[in-house]
């Protein structure tokens, strides 16, 4: 395949996937309906948590950082942390524990009934996210998924779950991110209704 060839296939997917995904309206409704799990949870005292690997892992901060600082407008910081940045407890946790602990460890250290865990995995069965989802559930702490193509086992884990359509890691990612900036947006605009815009 010529990389002009490769280029537009790659472009053609993309869209064709958003096009899926923009039509689908379960997955519109599911995302309005994590948005106000997080806007209850918050409201409440509680936090947003998101984990992942890879480049999963980069959406997670990525993710947080949004609720933190900001996305549509000026706001006070919201509380999300991404269980992906404490290399510490990573490393600490991977050694003594095992990999599949990374995630969960932290869970139970950090997380309250009430609050809200938003676990990703392109494929849907990354061993320490379904662990960190499972352990989440057993303490009260609603349960949110992005995954990809049918959603693998965190189908079993999610109170509610976004799939993109595809099988394609880079193209699942794009979704995952814009799944990800709709949902903070919403939430933003449940929790400072006289600041929304748009």
């Not at 790659?10 to 519109?28: C, E, I």
């Not at 997670?60 to 706001?75: C, K, N, T, Y």
């Not at 959603?151 to 990800?180: K, N």
């Amino acid at each position: 395949m010529s990389d002009i060839a490769f280029t537009e296939n790659y472009l053609a997917t993309s869209v064709a996937a958003f096009g899926a995904f923009a039509a689908d309206v379960a997955a519109r409704d599911t995302m309005i309906d994590m948005a106000t799990d997080i806007v209850t949870a918050m409201q409440a005292g509680g936090k947003l948590m998101i984990c992942g690997n890879g480049g999963s892992a980069a959406d997670s901060q990525h993710i947080a950082g949004e609720f933190i600082s900001r996305l549509m407008f000026d706001h006070a910081p919201l509380p999300a942390i991404a269980l992906t940045v404490d290399t510490s407890a990573i490393t600490a946790t991977g050694n003594d524990y095992g990999y599949e602990h990374i995630f969960t460890r932290q869970v139970i250290g950090l997380g309250r009934a009430g609050d809200v865990l938003l676990g990703i995995s392109t494929s849907g069965n990354s061993p320490n996210v379904l662990a960190a989802l499972a352990e989440a559930r057993a303490r009260g702490i609603v349960t949110h998924g992005f995954a990809g193509g049918g959603g693998g086992r965190m189908v079993e884990l999610c109170d509610r779950l976004v799939r993109a359509p595809s099988t394609w890691t880079p193209v699942i990612q794009q979704i995952h991110i814009t799944a990800a900036h709709i949902v903070c947006a919403l939430v933003e605009r449940g929790m400072f209704p006289d600041l929304a815009v748009g």
